[in-house]
């Protein structure tokens, strides 16, 4: 005779629950500033799905308790020196990037068209290559490089700070022959 098979109920652990704001969603505290949501120590409310499945297991924010509230409010001044410091690191940076300029070759016409296009992958890569980490992504372009000649292009550093850096498009040189 078969046994039965006792089914287990799984429920879910409360730890996972977060608390209702009055106005729907979930209240958090941030920890840190999160682009176009909040800087670091506002209390602000988001759905409960960006908060469980992005700021909380990213460590951006945690539970706004009155006991966390307290906590920052004690410390805003630490926290505000905190942020100081790391918005002159950035802007700092954002001016490195303003003071440089890169070349990148690429095959054109004689009348300066390119072939293909120079886009913000290329851009990234030619700053790697002076040492100037930066995600293709925060280079911003209004459209893809098409000519010869020097550009202005917007490198988004971060809320409220960008750089300007000269992309210098030249021909690409040819292959000199008697080597």
Same mark, same amino acid.
């Given at each position: 005779?078969?046994?039965?098979?006792?089914?287990?109920?799984?429920?879910?652990?409360?730890?996972?629950?977060?608390?209702?704001?009055?106005?729907?969603?979930?209240?958090?505290?941030?920890?840190?500033?999160?682009?176009?949501?909040?800087?670091?120590?506002?209390?602000?409310?988001?759905?409960?799905?960006?908060?469980?499945?992005?700021?909380?297991?990213?460590?951006?924010?945690?539970?706004?308790?009155?006991?966390?509230?307290?906590?920052?409010?004690?410390?805003?001044?630490?926290?505000?020196?905190?942020?100081?410091?790391?918005?002159?690191?950035?802007?700092?940076?954002?001016?490195?990037? /303003?003071?440089?300029? +890169?070349? $990148?070759?690429?095959?054109?016409?004689? =009348? %300066?068209? #390119?072939?293909?296009? *120079?886009?913000?992958?290329?851009?990234?890569?030619?700053?790697?290559?002076?040492?100037?980490?930066?995600?293709?992504?925060?280079?911003?372009?209004?459209?893809?490089?098409?000519?010869? /000649?020097?550009?202005? +292009?917007? $490198?988004?550093?971060?809320?409220?700070? =960008? %750089?300007? #850096?000269?992309?210098? *498009?030249?021909?690409?040189?040819?292959?000199?022959?008697?080597?």
């Amino acid at each position: 005779m078969p046994t039965k098979a006792k089914k287990i109920r799984r429920s879910r652990p409360t730890s996972h629950r977060l608390p209702k704001a009055p106005s729907g969603g979930v209240e958090l505290l941030l920890i840190q500033t999160v682009e176009y949501l909040g800087n670091q120590g506002d209390v602000v409310r988001v759905k409960p799905g960006y908060a469980t499945n992005y700021l909380i297991p990213q460590g951006l924010a945690t539970i706004a308790t009155d006991h966390h509230k307290r906590m920052v409010e004690k410390h805003r001044a630490k926290l505000e020196a905190i942020e100081r410091a790391r918005q002159a690191h950035l802007k700092a940076f954002a001016d490195k990037i /303003g003071k440089q300029s +890169v070349t $990148i070759e690429a095959n054109a016409t004689d =009348d %300066g068209h #390119l072939y293909g296009s *120079v886009g913000a992958q290329e851009i990234a890569a030619a700053l790697k290559k002076v040492d100037i980490a930066v995600a293709p992504d925060q280079v911003k372009l209004e459209g893809p490089l098409k000519e010869l /000649g020097l550009y202005t +292009v917007r $490198i988004h550093v971060a809320s409220g700070i =960008d %750089g300007e #850096l000269k992309v210098w *498009v030249v021909p690409t040189v040819g292959s000199e022959e008697g080597k």
